[in-house]
């Protein structure tokens, strides 16, 4: 079965920031799918970036980049310049089977300004 | 714009009585998924329909049902909620099933079980 570990429950960073969420991940299968998801308090989980396991090059979206280290199972979001509309709880997700997302526990981000 | 919308957004039922919740998307993707999200927790699959096929996880409780009567919309059944089935339910899709599909999330509806 595949697994996602976040260590860091909770995170303040000052506003302006760059800040990075740490993911560790666990799976047997060669070919696998790596999201990082925003959830406000809303409760609406937004997609932010995607790595695949055969990606050669570090996925980039805007101010999200991710750290893929494919040989430490290790796929940190990294924020810059944050915003205070960045304040969410942050999930690390891994698809298994190509069906299911699993999801780590989450880290909650809060942006001080 | 394309989404996936669910209704209600919030949904307060008593304990013992049936409750549906509704999903619908305007993406035209193949999957659907539901998503139980408990307090402080992360989201756990229910099921996924593919097209009209359903696929439960081994876990599911049969208290827990689902219908996809057409692409469109989805609906989670549970048949006597109970106090720990309080949680925020939450619908996505997909185009296909592959390991590079992004899963698009509705808003969520939060079930309270009084």
């Known amino acids: 079965a595949q697994k996602i570990t976040q260590t860091q429950p909770g995170m303040f960073v000052q506003e302006k920031e760059a800040v990075t969420l740490d993911c560790t991940y666990d799976?047997?299968?060669?070919?696998?799918?790596l999201f990082w998801y925003k959830q406000p308090s809303s409760g609406e989980m937004i997609f932010l970036i995607y790595q695949g396991s055969y990606d050669q090059q570090n996925a980039t979206e805007g101010r999200y980049s991710l750290n893929f280290q494919k040989a430490r199972k290790s796929a940190n979001l990294v924020i810059s310049a944050s915003q205070l509309g960045d304040s969410a709880m942050y999930f690390c997700?891994?698809?298994?089977?190509?069906?299911?997302?699993?999801f780590g526990q989450g880290t909650r981000l809060t942006i001080n300004p | 714009d394309a989404m996936v919308i669910q209704n209600p957004r919030y949904q307060v039922t008593q304990f013992g009585k049936p409750v549906t919740l509704s999903c619908s998307q305007t993406l035209n993707h193949n999957v659907m998924y539901w998503y139980q999200q408990k307090s402080s927790q992360a989201p756990k699959l229910l099921f996924h329909y593919y097209d009209k096929d359903f696929n439960n996880e081994a876990d599911t409780p049969d208290n827990f049902q689902s219908r996809r009567p057409n692409t469109s919309f989805c609906f989670l059944d549970i048949r006597s909620p109970g106090l720990g089935d309080a949680a925020m339910y939450l619908c996505a899709t997909s185009r296909r099933l592959a390991e590079h599909n992004e899963q698009f999330f509705g808003p969520g509806t939060r079930l309270t079980v009084l």
């Open positions: 799976t047997s299968d060669p070919s696998y799918g």
């Open positions: 997700a891994i698809i298994q089977g190509a069906q299911k997302l699993v």
